[in-house]
Structure formats: structure tokens, C-alpha cells
């Protein structure tokens, strides 16, 4: 089973500021042939569901902000949220489908205003 | 527009079963994997378990492989997941979701989710 490792646990960044999460997998999420990394980010706010932000490690999902940006390839993966805003206070999660359909999550980090 | 509602969910015994549904509606629910993933309290997320769209392959975790089944009755729009020999680790807010992309094994990321079902396994 991959393992998701992410990083730190939470963090606290100020308005406007950029805030940086990592995401670790116990191997490659790459599958060579088509050169796609099998990462997502999930963001939760509180009392609700989970929301897909970023697909396939870097696509943005339809509507969603372009100050988040995944990236990374292989198994290090980050998401960045280049000017927080109060609205993006929740946690944030990575998940592999490299194994599918046996999948898996990062235990997620959570973002809060310093 | 998407819906996905859970129900089902409550308090159970160590030991009891339960069964929970997920509606779906707004999209062709036989054309989509779906899969569930629970939150224990204050905690993350766990990937549970994994329908292919027609049914025909299901997967689940570990941690309930023997335990927990998963199905569908595409012609209800429903997703099932059949719990037995409930521990109380399994206390936990469980999610259905789907699959973003249609008929491609493979591409498992899920772009709609439901509010979830709480199920507590207490005596």
C-alpha cells in the first residue's frame, strides 16, 4: 500500500500570504507511460464535505481559484496557495489513485489565519 | 445539478450491522464509479471501499475486507455499503463520492461528494 505522508500538520499564515503544503508518497505515483503523476488535493472546511481543488498533481479543477497551484512529480507533490485569503481556512488533503482502486489519503494539513 | 445524499446511519452495538445508502441524482449513475470514504471524529480521511460502474468489481480496505460490503442498484441510483461485525473503530462520518470521469478505470479522483452518514459503534 502507498503511504501519503503530508507536511507540516497545520500551519498559520497571515492574509495575503503564501502558504505551502507538502505531500509525500511511499513511491512513485508516475506512471511512465503517459507521464501522469496520480495525485489529488482535497480541500474540507469545516462541517462539510470534501472539495476537489487539483487533479492529475497540477490540473486545477473547473472554478477553482488560480491561487492554488499544485505541483511536484515522482512522490513529492505540493500544493501552494499563493495569496491566502480568510476564505481558505480549512484542511487540505492529498490522495493517490496510482493504486486504484485500493486508494489513499494524507492525513491532511490545516490551514489557518495567523 | 449533483446530489448524493446519505442515510442510514446511528447507533450500533460492537458486534451489530447497519447499512448505509447514498441517492444519487443529476448525473448517470451507471456510467460512474463511486466509492466511500469515512472520517472517525477530529480525524481524516480513509478510503473504505470501491464500485466499478456496472458493479462489476468492487475493492475494499483492509480494515474492513470480511466486514464491510460494497454494491449498487444502478437501476435505484443508489450506492449501498452493507456493514457487519461493527467495531468500535469504525466510528466514523461516512462519505459517498464519484468518480470525476467517466468510464476510464484508472482516473479516481472524485469531484462530488456527499454530506455524509455518522455511524456509532458504541455499547
Known amino acids: 500500500d502507498i503511504v501519503m505522508t503530508q507536511s507540516p500538520d497545520s500551519l498559520a499564515v497571515s492574509l495575503g500570504e503564501r502558504a505551502t503544503i507538502k505531500c509525500k508518497s511511499s513511491?512513485?505515483?508516475?506512471?511512465?507511460?503517459?507521464?501522469?503523476?496520480?495525485l489529488a488535493w482535497y480541500q474540507q472546511k469545516p462541517g462539510q464535505p470534501p472539495k476537489l481543488l487539483i487533479y492529475?498533481?497540477?490540473t486545477r479543477e473547473s472554478g477553482v481559484p488560480d491561487r492554488f497551484t499544485g505541483s511536484g512529480s515522482g512522490t513529492d507533490f505540493t500544493l501552494t496557495i499563493s495569496s491566502l485569503q480568510a476564505e481558505d481556512v480549512a484542511v487540505y488533503y492529498c490522495?493517490?489513485?496510482?493504486?486504484?482502486?485500493?486508494?489513499?489519503f494524507g492525513g491532511g494539513t490545516k490551514v489557518e489565519i495567523k | 445539478q449533483v446530489q448524493l445524499v446519505e442515510s442510514g446511519g446511528g447507533v450500533v452495538q460492537p458486534g451489530g450491522s447497519l447499512r448505509l445508502s447514498c441517492a444519487a441524482s443529476?448525473?448517470?449513475?451507471?456510467?460512474?464509479?463511486m466509492t466511500w470514504v469515512r472520517q472517525a471524529p477530529g480525524k481524516g480521511l480513509e478510503w473504505v471501499a470501491f464500485?466499478?460502474?456496472?458493479?462489476?468489481?468492487?475493492y475494499h480496505a483492509n480494515s474492513v475486507k470480511g466486514r464491510f460490503t460494497i454494491s449498487r442498484d444502478n437501476s435505484k441510483n443508489t450506492l449501498y455499503l452493507q456493514m457487519n461485525s461493527l467495531r468500535a473503530e469504525d466510528t466514523a462520518v461516512y462519505h459517498c463520492?464519484?468518480?470525476?470521469?467517466?468510464?476510464?478505470?484508472?482516473?479516481?479522483?472524485?469531484?462530488?461528494w456527499g454530506q455524509g452518514s455518522l455511524v456509532t459503534v458504541s455499547s
Open positions: 463520492a464519484k468518480v470525476a470521469v467517466e468510464g476510464v478505470p484508472g482516473d479516481d479522483y472524485f469531484d462530488y
Open positions: 443529476g448525473f448517470i449513475f451507471s456510467n460512474y464509479g
Open positions: 464500485i466499478r460502474n456496472d458493479g462489476s468489481n468492487k
Open positions: 513511491q512513485s505515483v508516475l506512471y511512465n507511460s503517459n507521464k501522469k503523476n496520480y
Open positions: 492529475w498533481a497540477s
Open positions: 490522495q493517490q489513485y496510482y493504486t486504484t482502486p485500493s486508494l489513499s
